[in-house]
């Protein structure tokens, strides 16, 4: 993350991760490591931050509120109100534990909900793209 500034919702008081609540800020988009990773050359430049959980081999996108209500993308899961992501202050960006993968960034905080949807479906349709 360039310069001081990150989101209000963010650990900064802490050198450790905290676990916050999602569907207020953002929602997150839990996915597997590995269909995540292809789903993340689908995207290229149009993703916002991400967060990897190295120990859970998982990475969360970070979605407005509601923007991803009503998938159904197994074995992707929308964490909204009522479910809780560990987000890593701003510095941590290698593991061990909870780390941006692409930290927010100013005016890119969230990934378009379609656009990640419609990178998990191709990747989840093509047998190059996912592990079985």
């Given at each position: 993350?360039?310069?001081?500034?990150?989101?209000?919702?963010?650990?900064r008081?802490?050198?450790?991760?905290?676990?916050?609540?999602?569907?207020?800020?953002?929602d997150?988009?839990?996915?597997?490591?590995?269909?995540?990773l292809?789903?993340?050359?689908?995207?290229?430049?149009e993703?916002g931050?991400?967060?990897?959980?190295?120990?859970?081999?998982?990475?969360y996108?970070?979605?407005?509120p509601?923007?991803?209500?009503?998938?159904?993308?197994?074995?992707?899961?929308v964490?909204?109100?009522?479910?809780?992501?560990?987000?890593?202050?701003?510095?941590r960006t290698?593991?061990p534990?909870?780390?941006?993968?692409?930290a927010?960034?100013?005016?890119?905080?969230?990934?378009?909900?379609?656009r990640?949807?419609?990178?998990?479906?191709?990747c989840?349709?093509t047998?190059?793209?996912?592990?079985?």
């Amino acid at each position: 993350m360039t310069g001081s500034w990150a989101p209000r919702w963010m650990p900064r008081d802490s050198p450790e991760a905290k676990l916050l609540a999602a569907g207020y800020w953002w929602d997150a988009v839990r996915v597997p490591l590995d269909l995540g990773l292809h789903a993340l050359r689908h995207l290229g430049d149009e993703t916002g931050a991400v967060i990897t959980d190295g120990y859970g081999r998982i990475l969360y996108w970070l979605v407005r509120p509601g923007s991803a209500a009503g998938w159904s993308l197994a074995p992707v899961s929308v964490l909204t109100s009522g479910s809780h992501v560990v987000v890593p202050p701003p510095h941590r960006t290698t593991g061990p534990g909870p780390h941006w993968h692409i930290a927010p960034s100013r005016g890119c905080e969230w990934t378009s909900a379609a656009r990640l949807h419609s990178a998990l479906s191709t990747c989840l349709t093509t047998d190059a793209c996912c592990p079985s």
